[in-house]
């Protein structure tokens, strides 16, 4: 599968303005429920996504090994896990996964999340 991703046109964006992706896959795996994602803004060195989880979603355990992810939840509760560590996120949590390491979320309640990935690399398989 081709990672690669286009670069932003112009230095803003509005999410409004970006047609969700609807995610069939991430990194090969299928998630369990209802995940979108839209690109927000694609440099040399990032990749920000606006990211919505429906209560209930599962994302399979899994990893990325040419990346690290910084996320950070805007709204609703999540359970993750990353490596041998489990938190319930809240509004305003941050977490991090770096190469190599394996991780896990399940929506509790609908979610908002930023995702950040660097570098910039496209993991997921639209529906």
Do not use: N
């Not at 795996?29 to 920000?48: H, I, N, T, Y």
């Not at 979603?57 to 999540?78: Q, R």
């Not at 390491?101 to 398989?125: G, M, N, R």
Request: net charge negative; glycine share 8%; charged share 30%.
């Amino acid at each position: 599968m081709d990672r690669t991703i286009a670069k932003t046109e112009g230095y803003h964006s509005h999410a409004a303005d970006i047609k969700p992706e609807r995610l069939a896959s991430v990194e090969g795996k299928e998630p369990q429920g209802d995940v979108e994602v839209r690109v927000l803004q694609v440099s040399d060195a990032f990749l920000v996504l606006e990211v919505k989880r429906a209560k209930g979603l599962i994302d399979p355990m899994h990893k990325h090994d040419d990346h690290e992810t910084t996320g950070y939840l805007i709204s609703g509760k999540m359970r993750v896990i990353i490596g041998d560590e489990e938190f319930i996120a809240g509004p305003g949590t941050s977490w991090i996964h770096p190469p190599g390491v394996y991780h896990f979320s399940e929506a509790l309640e609908d979610c908002l999340q930023l995702e950040i990935k660097s570098p910039p690399v496209k993991t997921w398989v639209s529906k």
